[in-house]
């Protein structure tokens, strides 16, 4: 039995990944008894993109310790080049093979954004960093919304002005300014989103239990004692904020990849998105990979799940969120939940016992 | 350190908590009840049809005209004894005008059963669904969606033009009926609905007896002062300014060209419907503007007189072309149900496959237009309306 006595963090992660795993088995046995319902089956792939979102933003925002506005933008450049890609090599070779390197690009291209961005942001600390990463994310989207590329016989053309001043021969527009991309592939499957899930997770709580994930969470709490013994500051920064960028990419590819039109909207892709990845996070409480995951599938179901209550779907939804901050975060809630916990009461109970 | 960024995430959150509040308080007058179906219908003699459209955020507008003109509509049609004698029942979900959420939508209408559907309202939606139609085989007429891909595949219909058609006819009429030699476009890039006429009416313009002297954009976040676009379509020499856009930005865009003293032509689409209404705004200015649309509220006909009405004893506002389009399409889902002979115990799939080759049989003459016939690939064929603003009143031209 001794084999079986595993250590804390293991124990924790591999509850995490059961939990994945689980999932993926009661709805797969519920997708083949035909017990679902549209609504859910149509869900499931947004799920795993806010699923990764969540774990990826946490990666920075709980376990860098800086907070990150701007994490909507990396996966619109993620979903944007990867749906480019689709759309130019269609029919060009397998479906599998198209997506699978189309979320190699997507990763690679949005970690590229990542270094960009992260090389003179991480610079900054605190509130400054939050409000660069909030302008870089809004300056993604809008160049985005002027970027018209169009491809035929000839070759590629750019232009940052319209359609008509590509001076097209034939062929199709690929992105259209502010009309975005249409007709993408449809190449998200629950299947795949669960499993990029899991490679998340991996990824992200491998990190955090290896010596340069130790290095990161020395940095979050004290950066001088960090940097006295010798602790490459800017190196494990970078490190999280571009991983963390990698995995957004990966999400906006699933994203990209679930509808048929990818346009960059404030609501998809600008600062509300961002925000509502915070919301995650720190609803599911930072810094833990499990409550960001279970948080993202709440919040995602929930306003889905209230349709039934038409007009006051959103006011309901709001006051949800309220609620679960206030549980989660108010003092007086932290000692009640405290007090009330069950392990104290079977402790309690227990020390009654010995009591006697 | 970490206090600070705990801190901070909290306030942002409740920050968003609070915006998505004050979202919601837009749409207090939205009192209608979704479920408007009739006391005496029993399960198997109703026609489900499903709409969706924006009736939360920044769209709701437009999503709460077309809500609130189908529901008219059904209850008008279930008065009269229904379609083929089934009672219509009509559900509405909201989009929020995004894509992911708009999928959402048409899913959770499948599950309550929907037979067909009327929407969705905007266009970058309703080309997300058409996808999700087309796979399910469930008729689809759109009555705004007006993006060339919103009904790209046989299954989908249009009350409205599409966005080039739009923009062609704009060009046409101006060419064919020599209202200008020198034309200035301003138009909102980060909209799909203006890009895609600027588009398709620079594209024509190329074939007409006009030139356009100067092309400028704006976007959702410069929209108030368009000093600059009206000084540069004025160097140019435009004699006639053309107007892809909505009617609020319309608005600031003739006080402006007034206050610089600047007076050409202005021309618009059906996004200028509404100007006369907006708040503070002096209509006299407004005077000499041309637009295209299909449908002005104040137009005498006996047909749109009567709809006016209706809709304003019901939700105590004017109707804008949304909500005539909606009218429309409810009427036209009626008219094809009752040529394709659509009952209530049809599949989907079959009552698609009746309507789809209805549509394309059936003329039909409304608040949009006369004589309207759909060909296969959906887009409707009626003739252009130009009116033009004189004394405070759309006149016909």
Redesign the interface.
């Known amino acids: 039995m001794k084999k079986l006595k595993l250590n804390k963090t293991t124990k924790n992660n591999l509850i995490t990944y059961g939990i994945v795993i689980l999932a993926y088995i009661i709805v797969e046995a519920m997708l083949a008894g035909g017990q679902i ?7 499931l792939v ?1 799920l795993c993109v806010y699923v990764i979102l969540a774990v990826s933003l946490n990666l920075v ?1 709980g376990i860098l ?3 990150s ?1 701007g994490h909507a933008g990396f996966m619109c450049v993620g979903a944007f080049s990867s749906a480019f890609f689709s759309k130019c090599t269609a029919g060009m070779m397998p479906d599998g093979l198209r997506f699978f390197l189309a979320l190699l690009i997507g990763a690679a291209i949005a970690a590229l954004f990542g270094l960009i961005i992260g090389i003179p942001v991480l610079r900054l ?3 400054y960093l ?1 409000i660069v990463t909030l302008a870089f994310g809004e300056i993604i989207k ?1 160049l985005i ?2 970027f018209f590329i169009g491809k035929d016989a000839n070759g590629f053309h750019f232009s940052m002005k ?3 001043s590509l001076n097209m021969d034939g062929g199709d527009v690929i992105i259209n ?4 991309i ?2 993408t592939p ?1 190449d998200s499957t629950f299947t795949i989103g669960v499993i990029l899930v899991l490679i998340t997770l991996v990824i992200v709580l491998h990190l955090i239990n290896s010596r340069d994930g130790r290095a990161i969470m020395s940095i ?2 004290n ?1 001088i004692a960090a940097e006295s013994v010798g602790i490459n500051i800017t190196k494990y920064k970078l490190m999280a904020f571009i991983i963390s960028a990698a995995l957004a990419g990966v999400a906006g590819v699933l ?1 990209a990849h ?6 960059a ?1 404030p ?2 892709f600008g600062y ?1 998105q961002s ?2 990845i ?2 995650f ?3 599911g409480g ?1 810094g833990s990979t499990r409550g960001s995951m279970i948080a993202a599938v709440v919040l995602t179901l929930l306003p ?1 799940l209230l ?1 039934g209550l ?2 006051y ?3 309901i ?2 006051i949800v ?2 609620v679960m ?1 206030l549980l989660n ?1 108010s003092p007086k809630a932290l000692e009640m939940r405290e007090r009330y916990s069950p392990k104290r009461l079977l402790a309690k109970r227990k020390e009654a016992k010995e009591a006697k | 350190m970490k206090k600070f960024t705990r801190f901070f995430a909290t306030v942002a959150a409740v920050s968003m908590v609070a915006a998505s509040l004050t979202g919601c308080g837009s749409k207090s007058d939205n009192t209608a009840s979704t479920d408007t179906t009739a006391d005496s219908a029993t399960a198997g003699d109703t026609l489900k049809i499903g709409g969706i459209g924006p009736i939360t955020g920044g769209a709701a507008v437009y999503g709460l005209a077309v809500k609130n003109a189908a529901e008219l509509a059904v209850k008008e049609i279930n008065e009269a004894g229904g379609i083929n004698g089934m009672q219509v029942e009509f559900k509405f979900e909201d989009d929020e005008h995004d894509a992911e959420k708009s999928v959402n939508a048409y899913n959770s209408l499948k599950d309550w059963g929907m037979q067909m559907l009327m929407g969705t309202v905007t266009s970058t939606p309703c080309t997300a669904v058409v996808e999700k139609t087309h796979e399910d085989n469930m008729f689809q007429l759109t009555p705004s969606g007006s993006a060339v891909e919103s009904i790209k595949y046989d299954n989908a219909f249009r009350v409205c033009f599409s966005d080039p058609g739009q923009g062609t006819a704009s060009a046409k009429y101006i060419g064919e009926n020599k209202l200008a030699s020198k034309v200035a476009v301003i138009y909102n890039s980060s909209d799909v609905y203006s890009s895609g006429i600027y588009q398709k009416f620079a594209e024509e313009a190329k074939n007409q007896d006009f030139e356009v002297v100067s092309a400028e954009a704006f976007t959702e976040d410069s929209k108030t002062d368009f000093s600059v676009q009206l000084q540069k379509a004025k160097d140019a020499g435009a004699d006639m300014v053309f107007l892809p856009i909505y009617y609020t930005e319309a608005s600031l865009i003739l006080t402006q060209a007034n206050s610089m003293g600047y007076a050409p032509t202005f021309f618009g689409c059906d996004g200028l419907d509404g100007l006369l209404a907006v708040k503070n705004f002096d209509t006299k200015l407004a005077d000499g503007v041309m637009l295209l649309t299909p449908f002005a509220a104040d137009a005498d006909d006996e047909k749109t007189q009567a709809f006016v009405s209706a809709y304003k004893e019901a939700y105590g506002d004017t109707p804008n072309q949304f909500a005539a389009d909606t009218y429309d399409a409810i009427y036209i889902m009626k008219a094809a149900a009752e040529k394709a002979g659509v009952t209530a115990d049809m599949s989907v799939s079959d009552i698609c496959d009746a309507m789809k080759t209805a549509m394309t049989e059936i003329s039909y003459d409304g608040l949009t237009g006369e004589g309207m016939t759909w060909t296969a690939d959906g887009e409707p064929d009626k003739a252009p309306k130009a009116v033009v603003i004189k004394d405070g009143a759309y006149v016909a031209m």
């Not at chain 1, 300014?177 to 975005?180: F, K, L, V, Y």
């Not at chain 1, 679930?258 to 346009?263: D, E, V, W």
């Open positions: 319902s549209s609504l859910m089956k149509g869900l947004p925002v310790g800086e907070l506005l600390k605190g509130d939050a809008n919304n002027v319209d359609a008509m300014g502010p009309q975005g249409t007709g449809n979050r709490d950066r994203y679930n509808l048929a039109t990818l346009t909207l609501k998809n509300n925000i509502m915070l919301v996070v720190v609803l930072i889905e349709r038409n007009d779907r959103m006011l939804y709001a969120l309220i901050m975060w």
